[in-house]
């Protein structure tokens, strides 16, 4: 764990950042047990005229998400302080808080969700986009929220896992959050563990920055931790993630539709794909795009990839989540730099334009309309475990004309063992590339945790 003065030092360039945002720098710089006492608080709001709300757990154990609904939509919803000082918080009922103006939330304590499945599918509410539900609706304008490296939000995804049985994008099967409408706002320092499904969305949200965040979904059982996503944005713009550690079974960070300006800088992710672009073109004769990612100083461990884009095909079979194609628009502008693989289980660089999540995956590649163009790797050192061969694999569609300007330069991705320089570039339709040459054009070699292309396994 960092010490929290270094970590009150590394926030304080993003809250001063933002002028807009209430000023709450000298608080911070207290430590954490003045932080943690009512009076303290108390006299903090009233020196900023702000409502002042003190959150304790339920007495009995009962049920706090009533509590928390009534601080943060009736009597601190706006220009207020919310104080969670802890322990636990016992989540029984779903919420829905989207309305915050001028709010600066302080959470010390655990949210911790019940394992009560059937009620959670039977009131999981909808994200808006491939059938993705959650069971907390926040927004607002801004809003600070800090969990001062202790808040936590735990889903309790161990019996989530079991019940799902490693099948992926089961109906209703809730994501912990759901930041909705929410502008000009702050994140930070909060712990994010055992996620139901994925452990957020940000969708219809601008400005919005998420710092020093901790994701960890780890199951215990046979069972894989499969859609725990660590974060996708969805209609989103300028978004930006710093110091972030993912540690779970699936994309760390995924853009998807019409996501722009989002960025990702100094984090940490383990174990699930990588970065996701996409998927994209789900959706039959809708246009998308998703442009203007950057990410700077990545450190990746057993992860999938590096990176991978992938988008529909362009005929439409089924429906979303799990079918869907026909889609259109583009992807540009997306650069990766310095970046770390530490023992990387497949291709550190992937792009295919024949997604399909019902497990015939690779069909139809050449058919989508959907363009990708100006997406740069640069820097990117490491290592991939035996049995993977291809520094990348790029299956850019005919119809959409190929891609065009991808380039990999600074590349030094070796076997770990052999320390062989990765040298089969696998491409088709790959126009201009910068920095490298396309080797050969083979379907896909399935990588050692891969059933089907990219089909079943993450979406
Ligand atoms: C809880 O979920 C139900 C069903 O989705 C919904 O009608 C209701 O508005 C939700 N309540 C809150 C407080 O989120
Ligand atoms: C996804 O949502 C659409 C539209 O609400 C619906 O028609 C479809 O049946 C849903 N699919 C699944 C697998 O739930
Ligand atoms: C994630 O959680 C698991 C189980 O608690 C733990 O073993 C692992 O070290 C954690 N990973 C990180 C990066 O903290
Ligand atoms: C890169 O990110 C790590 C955190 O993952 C941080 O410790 C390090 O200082 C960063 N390096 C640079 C050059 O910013
Ligand atoms: C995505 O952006 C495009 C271009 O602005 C727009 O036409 C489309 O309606 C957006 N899609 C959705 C679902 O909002
Ligand atoms: C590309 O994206 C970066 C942000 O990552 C932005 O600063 C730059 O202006 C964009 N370039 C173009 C040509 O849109
Ligand atoms: C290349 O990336 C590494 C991190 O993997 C970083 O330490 C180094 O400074 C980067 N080089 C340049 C020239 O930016
Ligand atoms: C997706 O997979 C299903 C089989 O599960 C198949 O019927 C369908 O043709 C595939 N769609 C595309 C676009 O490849």
Known sequence: MVSLSSLILAALPAA?????????????????????????WANQAAAQNRHFCYVRPNANGG???????????????????????????NIQTNMTTLDLQNVVIHQFGRFLWSTDI??????????GFQNQSTVWYFGG???????WGKGTLDGNGQVWYDWAKSQGNLAHRPMNINFRTLKNSVIRRLRFVQSQMWTMAITYSQHVDLDDIYVNSTSTSQWSTLNTDGCDTIFSDSITFRRWTISNGDDAIALKMNSSNIAVYDSYFENGQGIAIGSMGQYNNQYEYLENFYARNITLKNTAHVSYLKTWAGISRGYPPNGGGGGYGVARNITIENVK??????????????????????????????????????NVSGTVVSGVTEAVYFQCSAAAGGCDNFEVTG???????????LSVWDCFNVNNPQGFTCTESQTPKLGP????GHGPDNK
Not at 66 to 73: F, G, K, R, T, V
Not at 118 to 127: A, F, G, I, N
Not at 141 to 147: A, L, P, R, S
């Open 341 to 378: 693989l530490i023992g990387g289980r497949q291709q550190p660089f992937f792009a295919w334009q024949c997604e399909n999540y019902s497990g015939f995956a690779g069909q139809d590649c050449d058919s989508s309309l959907f363009k990708m163009e100006d997406v740069a790797w640069r």
């Open 141 to 147: 304008n801004n809003v600070i929220w800090d969990g």
């Open 411 to 421: 590349f030094d991705v070796v076997h770990a063992g052999t320390n062989q320089l």
């Open 63 to 89: 049920d706090d998400a009533p509590a928390i609904m009534d601080a943060l939509n009736n009597r601190c919803n706006s220009n207020s302080f919310v104080i969670f000082p802890g322990p636990v918080y």
């Open 16 to 40: 001063l950042a933002l002028s807009s945002l209430p000023h709450d720098v000298d608080v911070m710089s207290r430590d954490a047990n003045a932080a943690q006492s009512e009076a303290y």
């Open 118 to 127: 059937d009620y959670w599918l039977s009131v999981s509410m909808p994200v």
């Open 449 to 452: 945790d891969e059933t089907g």
